[in-house]
């Protein structure tokens, strides 16, 4: 599989990587044994970006991560974990040098590991992408060892505009999709600018780019796309890209009809994978075949530019009134 630079990192990641909040919680009930499979699978197709977070299922997803790197040997794939959504309370004051230095021995233990390839603040506070003492704690991470570099996870433009102000920074995570364009207009040239990478999240708008999804599909009431509709548990933006579900599905028919005899969310990612900037997308998987499946979509041809001005026109029409505004 293609692999691109992680900003200034040093390393280079495969342009498909593996998100795993679905191997935490929050997408339903995913066990040991299918967890280490969709693992498995996803190195075994040329996956070498793991991406994961100390909450997700309260340090369960580093801590399978850890256990299937154990046995499996040979060359380590890169693992990008975040900290921060463990702050109480939620507020910018929490995020003291201390707390910090907790989370980021918590998952060092988790991951079984001296020293974390990258840790990014997990959606913080907005203040906190301007707090100067939290990147003197991280830079101070990177100088004895802890962490090899840090970088941040954003839920808005702006957000990912201010940390580029900080030049320790070496990544962004941002939501990008078919459905939400936004970054692309200033945030992705500016980090290009900076040489700081790019991780594109949430790239199939919670499965609504998949196509598999009516009005009357129901989500078990552990799936956020149950309980946090309307951002009930954290920000709306993370399920189904804040677009209105019924909206979504909509639009996602048309796209569907796009994708012709494609798998819808191979194109949505191979969308996501030509975006200029964009280092590696990170979609989630609970399954086997999802995992080959996404891995696959890194051997797509290049959408054609009337596909692109099709599915411009889509959002256009359809999403942009809904999300662009908001992030």
Not at 25 to 50: C, E, F, I, K, N
Not at 76 to 92: E, H, I, L, S
Not at 148 to 162: D, F, H, K, M, R
Request: charged letters at 25%.
């Amino acid at each position: 599989m293609e692999q691109r630079p992680l900003g200034r990192t040093g390393a280079s990641v495969s342009v498909v990587g593996l998100g795993t909040w679905q191997l935490g919680a929050d997408w339903g009930d995913v066990d040991d044994s299918t967890a280490r499979q969709v693992l498995d699978t996803a190195l075994d197709s040329g996956v070498t970006l793991l991406d994961t977070a100390d909450v997700y299922g309260d340090g369960r997803s580093e801590q399978r991560i850890a256990a299937a790197l154990g046995e499996r040997g040979g060359d380590r794939p890169f693992v990008a974990t975040k900290a921060g959504r463990r702050a109480d309370p939620f507020v910018a004051e929490t995020y003291t040098p201390e707390n910090l230095r907790a989370w980021v021995d918590r998952s060092r233990r988790n991951l079984g590991v001296d020293t974390l390839d990258l840790v990014q603040l997990h959606c913080p506070p907005p203040a906190v992408y301007s707090d100067q003492r939290v990147y003197d704690t991280l830079d101070g991470f990177v100088a004895d060892g802890s962490i090899a570099a840090y970088g941040v996870s954003v839920e808005t433009v702006q957000e990912g505009l201010t940390a580029l102000e900080h030049d320790g920074v070496q990544s962004i995570q941002v939501i990008l999709n078919v459905f939400r364009r936004k970054p692309l207009e200033e945030l992705l040239p500016a980090a290009a600018a900076a040489q700081v990478g790019i991780l594109a999240r949430v790239p199939l708008a919670s499965g609504l780019l998949t196509g598999r999804f009516g009005e009357d599909t129901t989500f078990a009431a552990t799936d956020h796309r149950n309980f946090n509709r309307n951002g009930e548990a954290f920000d709306v933006g993370e399920t189904f890209a804040g677009v209105p579900y019924d909206v979504g599905v909509a639009a996602a028919r048309e796209f569907v009809e796009l994708c012709g005899d494609r798998t819808p969310a191979q194109v949505a990612l191979r969308w996501i994978i030509q975006q200029a900037g964009v280092t590696a997308v990170i979609p989630g998987a609970s399954s086997v075949r999802q995992a080959q499946s996404n891995a696959a979509a890194a051997d797509l041809p290049p959408l054609t530019d009337a596909e692109l001005a099709d599915l411009e026109r889509l959002y256009d029409e359809r999403i942009r009134t809904h999300v662009h505004s908001r992030w």
